[in-house]
T-cell receptor, first 114, second 112 residues
Framework: EAGVTQSPTHLIKTRGQQATLRCSPI?????VYWYQQALGLGLQFLLW???????NRGNFPPRFSGRQFPNYSSELNVNALELEDSALYLC?????????????FGPGTRLTVT | GDSVTQMEGPVTLSEEAFLTINCTYT??????LFWYVQYPGEGLQLLLK?????DKGSNKGFEATYRKETTSFHLEKGSVQVSDSAVYFC???????????FGTGTRLKVLA
């Protein structure tokens, strides 16, 4: 069974640009979570999608947005990039709403903003 | 608000030493508690979990007990191995809103 996949592995952008990160969950998983792992700050919850709808979001500005497609894959968009957006962005999927089951994490996308 | 606090690392131990990584939490209601491990160059993996007070999660020789009275979920292992070197994250899932909150991670280094 294929795990959670994320693309690209690395992404380099300049300040003010937009970044798009992609996530494919494990087959059969309907929930997708996005996290930001900045150096020294642990994981910060960004967004949770389930069945195509945004169910919850963390304390991030509106320039962080995303969507979930009918095949349950997901996209995270970060507009007007700032230097402090540089981080590892992790996607996780879960087979049920609310993550009663465990979350399975992808390897992440390393975003560098210069 | 809800939060997770875990001991800062790095923690450096010799092989076969006893490990404790402290984790305390603040949350309303009845959260579920988790320990995740991140090996070098890999994503996070669930190590163990506990969903109610007094539950003990265990896996791969690691254990943690959900202590509501002390709002703690300390991770322990009786004899660590070099292969246990990784970053360990304590996390909670809030009840009702199902939001995950992670600690900042504790890096463990085990020396042969």
């Amino acid at each position: 069974e294929a795990g959670v996949t994320q693309s690209p592995t690395h992404l380099i952008k300049t300040r003010g640009q937009q970044a798009t990160l992609r996530c494919s969950p494990i087959s059969g998983h309907t929930s997708v979570y996005w996290y930001q792992q900045a150096l020294g700050l642990g994981l910060q919850f960004l967004l949770w999608y389930d069945e195509g709808e945004e169910r919850n979001r963390g304390n991030f500005p509106p320039r962080f947005s995303g969507r979930q497609f009918p095949n349950y894959s997901s996209e995270l968009n970060v507009n007007a990039l700032e230097l402090e957006d540089s981080a590892l962005y992790l996607c996780a999927s879960s087979p049920d709403r609310g993550g009663i089951s465990e979350q399975y994490f992808g390897p992440g996308t390393r975003l560098t903003v210069t | 608000g809800d939060s997770v606090t875990q001991m800062e690392g790095p923690v450096t131990l010799s092989e076969e030493a006893f490990l404790t990584i402290n984790c305390t939490y603040t949350a309303t209601g009845y959260p579920s508690l988790f320990w995740y491990v991140q090996y070098p160059g890999e994503g996070l993996q669930l190590l163990l979990k506990a969903t109610k007070a007094d539950d003990k999660g265990s896996n791969k020789g690691f254990e943690a007990t959900y202590r509501k009275e002390t709002t703690s979920f300390h991770l322990e292992k009786g004899s660590v191995q070099v292969s246990d070197s990784a970053v360990y994250f304590c996390a909670l899932r809030t009840s009702g809103t199902y939001k995950y909150i992670f600690g900042t991670g504790t890096r463990l280094k085990v020396l042969a």
